[in-house]
């Protein structure tokens, strides 16, 4: 069955190795995505949105988007791989990995760190196909973390058994997504503008692409994808500066003009609205 997941995608962000003495700490901030640690050696104390989760050497934790979370080391030589990324669904007071999939905070790594490793050899990679390997790796590596909850290949499809409130028809009113698959007319103006992220669209442009009215367009748009066209548009290129904000070293002005954005202010401002930081706040957020 179709319960309004076929469209998801997991949009990576960065990939980093850590090393730590027993005297680090991290302060308390809020996580402005999600992440995916593996733990290298020793242990460490992890409080997230309050809760004290332990982690040592062969676990993963997993770390959900607009948490609050400090950390420190409880060992000499603490070391992780972190993972951060975000998901293009928009689940309204939840996290859709935590409360769908019932991903808990902390996993025993069955063999998934060789998707840690192959992710991070790839992003330092020259290779063209550095990218779609790196993306390709993050969804198995998510999906086999997914496979772990459920009691069969099948149990994935289902979301775990819970109370009244995680039933099937609640999750699905938090998942802004439609239980359709997207219309060929509508994949083609999307697949566009995957491509060429820095053009100027509007309604009208794109309707146009697709060889359908404005209101039709724009009525198919938000009905399958849970959002309008431009905001669509907003939130792609504000994940791209995201990423190129932790994968380079080059200036706020010019990662907002190359993701589209003729004001560099104009981007600050929409950037901290979407993260919770400014685009230099983020980057050394996500560098400390």
């Known amino acids: 069955m179709n319960h309004g997941i076929d469209n998801i995608r997991f949009n990576f962000l960065y990939i980093d190795t850590y090393s730590f003495g027993k005297t680090w700490f991290y ?40 948490c609050q979370m400090s950390c420190h080391a409880l060992s000499d030589n603490f070391s992780f791989i972190s993972i ?12 859709f990995l935590s409360d769908y999939y019932g991903l808990p905070r902390i996993m025993e790594s069955q063999g998934e760190e060789r998707y ?26 998510i999906g086999k973390l997914i496979a772990h909850v459920g009691q069969s290949p099948d149990a ?25 698959r997207i219309d060929n007319r509508i994949q083609v103006v999307l697949d566009y503008i995957i491509l060429h992220p820095t053009e100027k669209y509007t309604p009208t442009s794109m309707a146009e692409m697709a060889g359908l009215s404005k209101q039709r367009f724009s009525h198919l748009f938000k009905e399958q994808l849970g959002k309008s066209p431009m905001s669509y548009i907003k939130e792609l290129r504000l ?12 200036n706020v002005s010019d990662i907002a003009y190359s993701v589209g ?21 983020y980057r050394k957020a996500a560098r400390d």
């Open 84 to 95: 951060r990324f975000t998901t293009s669904v928009f689940f309204e007071g939840g996290d």
């Open 239 to 250: 994940t791209t500066a995201a990423r190129k904000l932790l994968m380079n070293s080059d």
């Open 156 to 180: 994935a499809l289902e979301p775990p058994k819970r109370d009244e409130e995680y039933t099937l028809d609640k999750i699905r009113q938090k998942i802004k997504k439609s239980d359709t």
């Open 261 to 281: 954005y003729e004001d560099p202010n104009y981007f600050i401002r929409e950037f901290k609205a979407a993260f919770g930081y400014t685009p230099n706040q």
């Open 116 to 141: 840690f490793h192959l992710i991070y050899q790839w992003v330092k990679s020259e290779s063209p196909a550095k990218m779609f390997l790196v993306r390709g790796y993050l969804e198995v590596l």
């Open 27 to 66: 302060p308390d901030s809020v996580v402005p995505y999600n992440m995916l640690r593996y733990i290298v050696s020793g242990e460490g104390i992890f409080f997230i949105d309050g809760e004290e989760v332990k982690v040592c050497k062969n676990q993963i934790a997993y770390v959900p988007r607009s």
